[in-house]
């Protein structure tokens, strides 16, 4: 069965591993480096962007993930796990893994008690999506090579940049596992195509 990682430093990782779990998929919580090469993707967590890039920083994990994104393996953010994998963070001089060719801004949407959920229209699923935005981000602007997957009144609220798949929401804290299942067929299609490194 497919593996997948749920980055374990701090966050929302147990529903993650339920939504990988119900879209058919193996759940492994990742703490250490190592485990990586068990996983054919991972999903960084919601929770906060500071105390994960931090907590990333601290256990080796950003020259490790930079490394397993350049082969190819699919990373999922959602909420601080976007704002993780972003190129650049508006008004802020620390940034964290720089996969994606996005700019985000932090707490766009109001503060905790503005938390809310909405039926959203993705690109690549039928039906509307159901997402939880906590403090969420929003995408400001993206790159040539980002395509955008949902929009919140009139803001970017999710992308993607070939393997890589960002979310302003939280899809983990509802029952509708879509994004989940479009996750594990993102990593089922990468598989093939991961660059082997030979040393
Ligand atoms: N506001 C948080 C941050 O900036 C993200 C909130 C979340 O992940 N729900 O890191």
Do not use: W
């Not at 105390?51 to 699919?74: C, N, W």
């Not at 699923?125 to 995408?139: E, N, T, Y």
């Not at 479009?182 to 490194?197: A, C, D, L, N, P």
């Amino acid at each position: 069965m497919m593996k997948i990682g749920v980055l374990s430093l701090q966050g929302a990782v147990s529903e993650h591993m339920h939504g990988i779990e119900q879209a058919g998929a193996q759940a492994v919580e990742i703490k250490r480096v190592e485990q990586l090469q068990e996983i054919e993707g991972i999903i960084i967590p919601g929770g906060e962007s500071t105390t994960i890039g931090h907590l990333m920083r601290l256990y080796g994990f950003v020259e490790a993930l930079r490394d397993f994104s350049a082969q190819g393996k699919p990373v999922f953010g959602t909420c601080a796990g976007l704002i993780v994998i972003a190129g650049e963070i508006e008004g802020q001089e620390q940034k964290h893994l720089q996969l994606m060719d996005i700019i985000v801004r932090r707490n766009a949407f109001g503060r905790q008690v503005d938390s809310f959920e909405v039926d959203l229209t993705f690109k690549g699923i039928d039906q509307s999506v159901k997402g939880v935005f906590i403090r969420a981000p929003l995408i400001s602007s993206v790159g040539p090579d980002v395509e955008v997957l949902a929009i919140h009144h009139e803001q970017i609220v999710a992308a993607r940049q070939g393997h890589l798949l960002v979310t302003s929401f939280h899809p983990e804290l509802t029952d509708d596992f879509q994004l989940h299942n479009y996750f594990v067929k993102m990593v089922e299609e990468m598989r093939g195509k991961s660059i082997q490194h030979h040393v």
